[in-house]
């Protein structure tokens, strides 16, 4: 699998001019579970671009930031998305952030805890 | 979209391809580009030269349908409506082209009205007259009574035939010049529903000619609006990959597009506000979206030249126009200010309005010019000055089923509810606790000291932050960078929602918050609201254990939203696509 098979060239080249911003503050997407910054993603992105940068989210979210997956969801497809994009050298802001610090740890586990408040 | 609906698009567009391909023969060309006498002379060879009527000329009922009874009695079941002799045929469509003599108003919803007629019955005909009724009620109120007043008058028996005005071979550019010359939300109707009807058109004509029966039929604004289809088509093949059918269209298009500026008309600003206007609402259409799409392709492969070229061309250009007197040196000045490309094309299409004596050969260069200008963006390669090329990034093939977004952005104040806050729990109650208290009509008549007596506060949603992109729309809530939504929309008018997260605002707001920010983007779901990738134990365990959906939290927020929008679920489901695992709320 290369590049292209994870995002059409357009949606790659958005990915690509991303800048990351340590300063920036995290979002909590309650649908799933997942924390995204907003330099990780691109305006003008397609759907399916969206949809793979989201599961790099949810892969990233439980293999560094401690998020547990229901029954069922299937991580070996969640990581091997991972993996792909990683072995490939995309160049995503997101790959910087595998650790949390403690402001975003502890803002991460106070919106997992709240569950299905999120919905209220 | 699956590949099978895929293949079948494809398989379709390829009939249809093969269809036209009857179209470029020497013939159809000299049929195509026949003049109206030799057209004459063609139809004076037949010796059963008719008027055309099927049947005759007058009221003698020459279509009929008709049933034997059982005695052999024949009983009329359908026959062709008798008509009023035209001097008799005093309607608001005749008030408007007198109107149209000495208003340009008038006159294009003249013209609107005499292409509707010629249009097949159905629903775009339909949306068309209905269209072309209300601006003409709105615009001119007392028509029905200028009708009826003429109809009294000695004028009325040499009132000239509407099909007999504005029949020349360059009405698109007068026509064109017309629509421009229009206050800008009199324009952008216009134009959306030329483009519309005049897709219609441009297919039926493309049929008729195939079919030898109808020649030259186009004619003044019909031929603005099929150039608006041409623009529109061409992007069309360039989303579904057709190169090969692109490449052959490429010519068209920048002469389409050329004419179109020349006449004035600010194309991507008006498709722009039009779609803007009339948001996702059950009139947004596919020809509309193509034309933005073609904005978004020109765009893109402008920006994919460097800067430096960029000013060249566009220097090159401007200084051709100006030395033919199109623009002047603040014109030069206005368009040189712009970026993106379609910016450069409206900022013409202003300047050449402006300087309006054109003889109708310069007009013809002008578009030639102009699409020229478009067409090179349009080519495999860009040739650079300095030698060499450049291979501009392919059209990609963006999947059909998404619609490209003309969002809103900017603020939006939230629709005023009655809302109450409990701000000891930071929640606003419910329907049930709102009940409890003595109901929603006792809460809201109470003062804020007695609400406060109880413990509550009134409540209404902040103001939102609204962004769109080319595919998404966007909500955020200013002071508050944790609440976002974000969400696109898909061919058949679904709402696929994928980030969610109401943030500090308090509990018991997330539906609202879906439902303003899908009012505030004028979306409102058809069929389906689709949640994607769910990761929520509750779902999970929903799904695992076999519990109703639509008992879960999640399932209540998108019920509530949709209540809100007027919308009701039919059921719910779980659906699989890729890695992500979807709740979808159907729609009643």
Redesign the interface.
Known sequence: MNKNDLF???DLKLIESLVYDPSL?P????????L?WEDELP??????G??TL??LC?ARAFLFHG?K??????AA??KQ?WDNATDEGIRWPGFNRLNLSDEDSAFYNE?LAL?????? | MTNTERKEKREQLHSDNVAKDSLRTTDSHQIRNARTDEIKAVHNLNINAHSGSSGGDSDDGSIQIFALNQDGSKKIVAERQKTRSQSNAFDSGVALALKGKDNPVAHVLSLLKEHCKKMLPGPEKENLSRSIKEQTQEIFPNLKADAERFSQSDNADSMPALSETKQTEHDWFSAGQEIAALPIEKQVQIIGTALIAGMEQYRNDEQERRWGAVIGSIQGLGNVAVNLSKIADFSAYCIIGDEERAGEMAKDFGTALGQTIVSGVKLFGCVQKYSYDIGYSGDYQKPLRDILAVGNFLNEQWSQLPPREQERRKYEFLSQMLADGIVGAAGVQAIGKSKAFTEILDQLAEQVAQNSAKSIESTRKLAGKIGNFIGDLTSPELALPAGGSLKP?RF????EQ?LRMAGRSGEYIPERKPLFLSPSQN?VLNGREVDTLGGLQKLENMSDSDLAAIGLKRYELPTLKLET????IKASIFGD??A?F?A?VTENGAV????????RLP??T?SHFIAEALKAHNVIPKHQLV????????T?NA??NGFKLEN???S??GTKALKELGLKPSHFSIERM????NLVIWLE
């Open positions: 059409i060239e357009r503050k979002r909590f997407n309650a649908l799933s579970s997942f995204m305006i003008n992105i397609t759907p399916n969206i949809d989201s599961a949810v998020l997956l229901p029954d069922h969801i299937n497809s969640f998305i919106m569950g299905d408040k999120h919905f209220e | 990034g990609e093939q963006i999947e998404v929640k992109d080319e595919f998404s960078n944790k976002w974000h696109s696929v929602l994928r980030y969610i997260s109401k943030g509990d018991g997330g949640l994607q990738n769910i990761i929520n134990e509750e999970a799904i695992k879960t939290k999640l209540r927020m890729g890695v992500n695992t």
